[in-house]
């Protein structure tokens, strides 16, 4: 039950960027690094085909799934996703760790069509696959990617002050602010949560498990759920 509540959570981020400006951070996906990894990072697959993901989330957790051994990622550090608050704007991103884009963007190349670059630094990627395209941005040996070239302007350096140590204790975790969701919008996201992540958890989780997990959304302030076999 704890990898299938994880795992399928993790698609809760595509669902609140839809949401009014909150306070940050407000979702914080971990994935441990590839070196660390004790499940099977395939596992991962099912996740990116839930209704409504995005595609710089979709694209983030496929190369996580399926790119042990690619060139060009740094295999030794974490990979992630967040959602927060910036000048006063919702801002989502995925980070990845590279070793050199360069060689990754080879690696990828039956995968990309087209590269321009929108501002400084930012570059839209257009996918051969109709309808997929992302923004990203490369900076301190990380790649960040979102569906927006404003979410990517005021990206950390480092993810790791996110990230804040859940990597070392679950191969997959998330937490979740739900204290930093307003309360007059509060009801309509979690009603968004359970109308696309739920698809997903029923599939998993037998109907009282579900009923237990509706109610305690309403009342806890902060949750990381996280799953490993380390």
């Excluded at 710089?56 to 042990?68: C, D, E, Y």
């Excluded at 051969?128 to 990617?145: D, I, N, Q, R, S």
Aim: proline share 4%; glycine share 8%; aromatic share 8%.
């Amino acid at each position: 039950m704890r990898r299938s509540l994880v795992l399928a959570l993790a698609a809760a981020v595509c669902l609140i960027v839809a949401g009014p400006a909150m306070a940050k951070p407000l979702v914080v996906l971990s994935l441990t690094s590839h070196n660390d990894a004790q499940m099977d990072t395939t596992a991962i697959d099912f996740v990116a085909e839930a209704d409504e993901m995005p595609t710089w989330l979709s694209s983030t957790l496929q190369l996580f799934a399926q790119g042990r051994g690619v060139a060009g990622l740094d295999a030794s550090r974490p990979w992630g996703a967040a959602v927060e608050l910036t000048n006063g704007k919702l801002a989502a991103y995925a980070f990845i760790p590279i070793k050199d884009l360069e060689t990754l963007s080879w690696e990828l190349y039956e995968h990309i069509d087209s590269t321009t670059e929108v501002s400084y630094g930012i570059y839209k990627v257009t996918g051969t696959e109709k309808g997929k395209e992302l923004y990203a941005k490369e900076l301190g040996g990380w790649l960040y990617v979102s569906d927006c070239p404003e979410c990517l302007a005021n990206v950390p350096y480092s993810p790791a002050k996110l990230i804040d140590g859940m990597n070392k204790d679950y191969d997959v975790a998330l937490r979740l602010s739900l204290k930093n969701v307003p309360a007059d919008h509060g009801k309509k996201i979690l009603a968004g949560l359970d109308k696309t992540i739920g698809k997903v958890l029923r599939k998993k989780l037998s109907d009282d498990t579900m009923n237990i997990l509706g109610k305690a959304a309403f009342h806890i302030d902060e949750v990381t759920l996280g799953w490993s076999e380390k």
